[in-house]
């Protein structure tokens, strides 16, 4: 039996996987995009650190089966590389949490001399198209679709790309168009984006809702709202309402003691300003945020 040995690590947080079968891996992904998108940056070294797997894989076995015993995940018989990708996904987001990293599902800008967080929130419904109508009127990217802050709300580290371009077997979402399209809805041509380099404390925080059926909406959001929303960002990495594969839901990797730890975070980084808007489009929910800039500005 040929056992490979790697460590996929994000923020400096590592994490191995072992495989056992009768032919030789060379590696376990041949494509990393979804990790990186949804990991805000991965790096894969096969001189391992770590005395012991968090996962195992034999794929030579006959069925498809998964078994965790709270520490370890072990999987048999073949698995699509979308299927361990999403797997990954939250095994990782869950030592990143355990390590002091947080996870939100939020693009973020530099914009106006502010480092703006748009938040998915229980929605998700705006967060790409306003960050895209920030850049398109002078902002930079600090990130797109993951934000990862230390437990100062300092950001460490953020995803780069605007846009998922290719789904992995085991991945695939009839529900999700060509990108592109999304963008020509709202604009002639993106923007050409620049990558904000120099250190980010988030100063202000959105939650957009692109929205045409309602009339404009902006206001400062209350507490509960606030950690609400954000405890709905950073729970969305564990995968709970994730379905890994047919008859095989995601396993159960939150515990009490990581949920009460990302609720106290929250309560501290919520702190800062929190504006809920709605518009029709990215343009009416930056023209609201413009307003806001100016009355914090003085």
């Known amino acids: 039996m040929a056992h490979h040995i790697e460590e996929i690590a994000a923020a400096g947080v590592p994490l191995r996987v072992d495989v056992v079968s009768e032919r030789q891996y060379e590696r376990i992904l041949q ?20 005395a012991e797997p968090d996962l195992i894989w034999y794929p030579d076995t006959l069925g498809k089966m998964m078994e965790y015993d709270g520490k370890q995940v072990i999987l048999y018989g073949q698995w699509y590389e979308g299927e361990i990708q999403r797997l990954l996904v939250s095994l990782l987001a ?38 895209i ?33 290719q789904r992995a077997k085991g991945t695939e979402r009839i529900d999700k168009p060509n990108q592109d399209e999304g963008v020509a809805k709202f604009f002639s041509r993106p ?23 309602y009339a404009p909406l902006a206001g400062e959001m209350a507490t509960y709202e606030k950690q609400y929303q954000t405890f709905h960002c950073l729970c969305d990495y564990l995968g709970m309402h994730i379905l ?21 975070f929250i309560e501290q980084f919520t702190q800062k300003p929190y504006y ?4 029709a489009n ?4 930056i023209d609201q945020l413009d307003e806001i800039l100016k009355k914090m500005e003085g």
């Open 282 to 285: 990215p343009q009416v929910v």
């Open 31 to 50: 494509n990393e995009d979804f990790l990186n998108y949804r990991l805000a940056g991965v790096r894969r070294y096969l001189d391992y650190t770590l």
């Open 244 to 264: 890994l594969a047919p008859g095989l839901p995601m396993p159960l990797l939150d515990d009490q003691q990581l949920r009460v730890q990302r609720a106290n």
């Open 133 to 165: 109508e920030a850049c398109r009127r002078g902002g930079a990217i600090i990130s797109t679709e993951t934000i990862v802050t230390d437990a100062s709300g300092r950001v460490v580290m953020g995803s780069k790309n605007v846009f998922l371009r």
């Open 94 to 131: 869950k030592k990143m949490f355990k390590a002091g990293l947080y996870l939100f599902h939020a693009s973020a800008v530099h914009y106006r001399n502010k480092n703006i967080a748009f938040i998915g929130g229980e929605s998700n419904s705006g967060k790409t198209m306003s960050q």
């Open 191 to 213: 923007p050409e984006f620049t990558i904000y380099e120099g250190p980010a404390v988030l100063d202000l925080v959105i939650l957009p809702d692109i929205d045409g059926n």
């Open 276 to 279: 809920y808007i709605r518009g």
